[in-house]
Each structure stands twice: as C-alpha cells, then as structure tokens.
C-alpha cells in the first residue's frame, strides 16, 4: 500500500532563509508525486508535480522539489522564503496508471517571521 | 471559469440527520473524489468516481454514500449524521481516463458541524 510521511507538522523559518519541508513516500511502484498548498480557508492547489523524467521539479512561487528513489523521498524547498509562503503545505503520491487513489500526507504549515 | 463548485460552504446538523454535499465541475473531467480534512490527519479520501455510473471506496467511506449520474455532478450523502463526521469537506476532480497522473482540482471546501 502506498503511504506518505510528511516530517514535522509546524516548521518556522525567518523571511529570507531557506525553505525546507520533508516528504517521504512508500510504493511498490514507480509513484508519482505531488506537492500542494492551501491558505486559509480555501481549497488545496497544485505546487509541482513529479511523474517520470528530471527528477529535479521546479513549481510555482519558486519551489522546487527532487524525486530521489533511493531515498524514498521527494523534499520541498524554496532558497529564500517571503511572508506569503506561510501556509500549509501537503505532499501526494498515487501510483497512476489505473490507480485512482491519491494518498496526502498529514501536512507541514509554514510560518514566516519577519 | 468556475473550476469545482461545493455547495454548501457552512452546514450544522443535529445527530441522525442526513444531508447532501453537492460537488459540480465544469471541466469535463471524468475523476471526481471525496476528501475531508480533519486536524493533524491530512486529507483522507472518502469516495471516488473515474467516470458516470462508476464509484469506489477510499479509505473512510463509512457513513457515505456517492452517486455519479452525469460527468459534472458528484454528490456526498450523509446518511445518519455523526459528530464523527465534524470535519471539513472537499471535493476535487483530474483529467484522465487511464488514471489521474495529472493534477487535482479542488473546490473550495464544505465545513460541517454535527453536534
């Protein structure tokens, strides 16, 4: 069964430091991979997407994540965080291909200090 | 341009009273599924559609019932109401007919009190 692992469901960064949000998958099958965000009070929105090719995935807002097989993981970075990035973050894995299960794991939400 | 549309937005219902969530999209996708979100759990997926005429059950489906007559609508039953079922709702749909390796979209959110 697939499964995703999200590292610490708070993380604190100050304004201008890097970006590092923790995802960890599990699947029998080569996964694809997903990265969403949700503010406030409003539904989730697709971040990036990894399915095959670069491993190195590049999204919006300047977030970027790397599909490592080896590592079993695909971590969520941006170089330099501004105060809208405070939100929460999930990531996804589905196994595609005639199977229709996207499972999310259990979220990171983002503060920004100035 | 509306995308995926949840009516309704707020809802409080007494224990062992039903209701419907209504999910539309205007996109001609053919996956449509349920997800609610409760704290420090992430989104679990309820029920899920790949096409009209076709349902499945995800992870926690008990308590629900779905329906899939026509590509835009995907209603949520709640059969007999259960403060188990406060949560906030989702409903999200995705391009493809062999599986969504494509992206979710997801409609605003339905917030359901049982008390």
């Known amino acids: 069964a697939q499964s995703v692992t999200q590292l610490g469901s708070h993380v604190s960064v100050s304004e201008g430091a890097l970006v590092l949000l923790r995802c960890n998958y599990s699947s029998s099958v080569p996964p694809y991979l997903f990265w969403y965000v949700q503010y406030p009070n409003q539904g989730l929105q697709l971040l990036l997407k990894y399915t095959t090719g670069a491993t190195l995935v590049k999204g919006i807002n300047g977030f970027e994540a790397e599909f490592k097989k080896s590592e079993t993981s695909f971590h969520l970075t941006k170089p330099s965080a501004h105060m809208s990035d405070a939100a929460e973050y999930f990531c996804a894995v589905t196994q595609g291909g005639g199977t229709y299960k996207y499972i999310f794991g259990t979220g990171t939400r983002l503060k920004v200090l100035a | 341009n509306a995308g995926v549309t949840q009516t309704p937005k707020f809802q409080v219902l007494k224990t062992g009273q039903s209701m419907t969530l209504q999910c539309a999209q205007d996109?001609?996708?053919?996956?449509m599924s349920w997800y609610r979100q409760d704290p420090g759990m992430g989104l679990r997926l309820i029920h899920y559609?790949?096409?009209?005429?076709?349902?499945d059950q995800g992870e926690v489906p008990n308590g629900y019932n779905v329906s899939r007559s026509t590509t835009e609508d995907f209603p949520l039953r709640l059969l007999s109401a259960a403060p188990s079922q406060t949560s906030v709702y989702f409903c999200a749909s995705s391009l493809g007919l062999a599986g969504p390796t494509g992206e979710l979209f997801f409609g605003e959110g339905s917030r359901l009190t049982v008390l």
């Open positions: 559609s790949v096409g009209a005429g076709i349902t």
């Open positions: 996109m001609n996708h053919e996956y």
